[in-house]
């Protein structure tokens, strides 16, 4: 059971497809087959349901969880060796669903520490538990609850989520709309599983609605685009409508509590985090989201404010 194979394990793990797994790996599917196959083999039981469509099954979720911690471990005590050698700070990884609301603090956070490198990693919110858990990331910033154990968290911000509608629109001089109002309308959004997606989902399921979607992307910049070109209309954080304030668009406050969002910073509460991750977290905790400015209050170490989840989905 060699680290090769183990790695080669989790990414079938995640993609639950041979052929797809293999081109990421760049091997031929008969070798990643005979390497899952001897796996199963000297664990004595199967990974995978191979009736259908391929399925990891509970040992295969028991043993990924494992791998993954495992292998974490042994890339976070790589990087921890390399910090006392004396090789500097290091990298700092972080993954989130959109970095328009980050530019701030990264761009503070690269004036302070140029020496850093910084590797931003796009990721939805259902993908940055396991990217935590296997280390491949050190923090992770999402607009959408993360329901996992073994992470702690540190809530940044909430703000309301508007819709932007085109200047021309019948609905652009209002100050507010309902969601009711919204029905039959065409909306430009992002695709399934990333948080402005759950959001309008939620938003007309509560109502016993469907949104009609006629164009999907992922960053908000190009759905306000879209939206001043006339394709539909789209919800639009307050953030992104501060942060491109040239989109001309009708930004609209929506008739309902839950349109809105919370961003909320997540790391491991077991990982080790080397000097770059701590000074990166330090800076996204502190930063004025009001302001645009840095405040200089949690002199990088403790966290007082930071909820440790202890159970699958159930915050402590």
Request: aromatic share 6%; proline share 4%; with cysteine.
């Amino acid at each position: 059971m060699d680290l090769n194979s183990l790695r080669q394990f989790l990414v079938v793990a995640r993609l639950e497809h041979l052929s797809r797994a293999a081109d990421e790996l760049h091997t031929a599917q008969p070798s990643l087959s005979r390497t899952i196959a001897r796996l199963e083999s000297e664990l004595g039981t199967p990974l995978f349901d191979r009736s259908g469509r391929l399925r990891l099954n509970d040992a295969g979720r028991l043993f990924r969880d494992h791998v993954e911690r495992a292998l974490g471990e042994l890339e976070a005590g790589r990087r921890a060796v390399a910090e006392a050698a004396g090789e500097g700070m290091g990298t700092v990884r972080l993954a989130s669903e959109t970095f328009l609301t980050l530019t701030g603090p990264l761009a503070a956070y690269k004036r302070a520490h140029p020496s850093i490198e910084i590797e931003l990693h796009w990721s939805l919110a259902e993908d940055m538990a396991r990217r935590l858990r296997a280390q491949d990331v050190d923090l992770c910033v999402a607009s959408q609850p993360i329901h996992a154990e073994g992470l702690e968290s540190m809530r940044l911000f909430d703000e309301a989520v508007g819709v932007g509608i085109p200047l021309d629109h019948p609905l652009a001089g209002r100050a507010s709309v309902s969601i009711d109002e919204l029905a039959g309308q065409s909306f430009v959004t992002a695709r399934k599983g990333h948080w402005l997606r759950r959001l309008l989902d939620r938003l007309f399921a509560a109502r016993g609605l469907t949104p009609r979607i006629v164009c999907e992307s992922d960053e908000h910049s190009a759905i306000a685009d879209l939206i001043s070109a006339g394709l539909g209309i789209g919800l639009i954080p307050g953030f992104a409508r501060r942060g491109d304030p040239r989109a001309p668009v009708a930004w609209i406050a929506v008739d309902s509590p839950d349109c809105r969002r919370t961003v909320t910073l997540y790391w491991g509460a077991d990982s080790h985090l080397s000097t770059a991750a701590r000074l990166m977290r330090t800076t996204i905790a502190d930063w004025n989201w009001t302001t645009g400015e840095e405040q200089g209050h949690s002199q990088g170490l403790t966290f007082p404010g930071a909820v440790r989840s202890n159970q699958r989905g159930t915050p402590k």
